[in-house]
Nanobody
Framework: QVQLVESGGGLVQAGGSLRLSCAAS????????MGWFRQAPGKEREFVGR???????????DYADSVKGRFTISRDNAKNTVYLQMNSLKPEDTAVYYC??????????????????WGQGTQVTVSS
């Protein structure tokens, strides 16, 4: 069982920045694919990005086109924490943001059903 707890959401003006954190339990955190998703009112949950291990101790991140160049995902395995740095925020980034863990070996997904564990979500509101 993996527990995920997000923090760092809030209200920010357009053009501003926020950093979300997601603290995870689990002794194998370094092997998990960690994803970020968001869900705006009336919309489906959508993929924001993920960070995965390439092999050894190196990691790489992938992003949705809508956030590429503005958002950055990183992780600190010593702290069992993954981060989502959000810059140049836009009103359309307003949503509840969720972190998720994919603990299934060999799977690297972008769909919500491909992730095994979820945090409770944190609200991000960007005002114009």
């Amino acid at each position: 069982q993996v527990q995920l707890v997000e923090s760092g959401g809030g209200l920010v003006q357009a053009g501003g920045s926020l950093r979300l954190s997601c603290a995870a339990s689990g002794r194998a955190f370094s092997s998990y694919v960690m994803g970020w998703f968001r869900q705006a009112p009336g919309k489906e949950r959508e993929f924001v990005g993920r960070i995965r291990r390439n092999g050894g101790s190196t990691y790489s991140a992938d992003y949705a086109d809508s956030v590429k160049g503005r958002f950055t995902i990183s992780r600190d395995n010593a702290k069992n924490t993954v981060y989502l740095q959000m810059n140049s925020l836009k009103p359309e980034d307003t949503a509840v943001y969720y972190c998720a863990a994919d603990v299934t070996p060999g799977r690297i997904g972008v769909k919500p059903y491909e992730y095994d564990y979820w945090g409770q979500g944190t609200q991000v509101t960007v005002s114009s």
